[in-house]
């Protein structure tokens, strides 16, 4: 997964002039991952990856914006997923719950932001179910769509954060 990322943001992130040879993209995109996953501040970055730190917060902004750029996500929310929640099999209940890990489940989605905060929890979705199944039928995309969770309108940021590049917000896409 790191080599596809690479292949598509190196023509973002590649800056060698005659003069001298630029840091690469690779270490580039590793620093900026290290930064994401684990919230290191820079003076961490700079000494596990030996890079100077006023560099890492030069290019860290460019990254960020490389993705913008290539995946078009300006406004995201958090990362939302589901886990299924092994079960007995209810009563009369044929496969509805028996899922693709053959077992029967219900599933529980949540909604996390950059700092493994829960914004939402949904418990009760069927276990045959797929998470793009629940989230079509959930609570979440009906506010979404409605605009009462008070998410703020899209901004044109020119340095994106971390937070910006963990989930694009449906409610982009319903505009």
């Known amino acids: 997964m790191f080599d596809d990322l690479l292949v598509r943001l190196t023509p973002h992130l590649q800056k060698d002039t005659h003069y001298r040879k630029a840091i690469p993209p690779g270490l580039k995109l590793s620093v900026f991952l290290r930064h994401l996953a684990t919230g290191a501040t820079y003076a961490e970055l700079s000494y596990n990856f030996r890079v100077g730190k006023e560099t890492i917060q030069k290019f860290v902004p460019d990254v960020a914006r ?103 917000a449906e409610k982009d896409k319903s505009r």
């Open 66 to 168: 490389a993705i913008v750029d290539e995946w078009n996500l300006p406004h995201c929310l958090g990362a939302y997923d589901g886990k299924h929640i092994r079960i007995k099999k209810p009563n009369k209940s044929g496969s509805l719950y028996f899922n693709y890990k053959q077992f029967f489940s219900v599933v529980l989605m949540a909604l996390v932001d950059s700092k493994y905060h829960f914004l939402l929890i949904d418990v009760g979705g069927v276990g045959h179910q797929s998470d793009a199944q629940i989230y079509n039928n959930s609570e979440l995309k009906e506010c979404i769509e409605a605009g009462t969770l008070g998410i703020p309108d899209p901004t044109s940021n020119k340095h994106p954060t971390a937070e910006d590049l963990q989930l694009q």
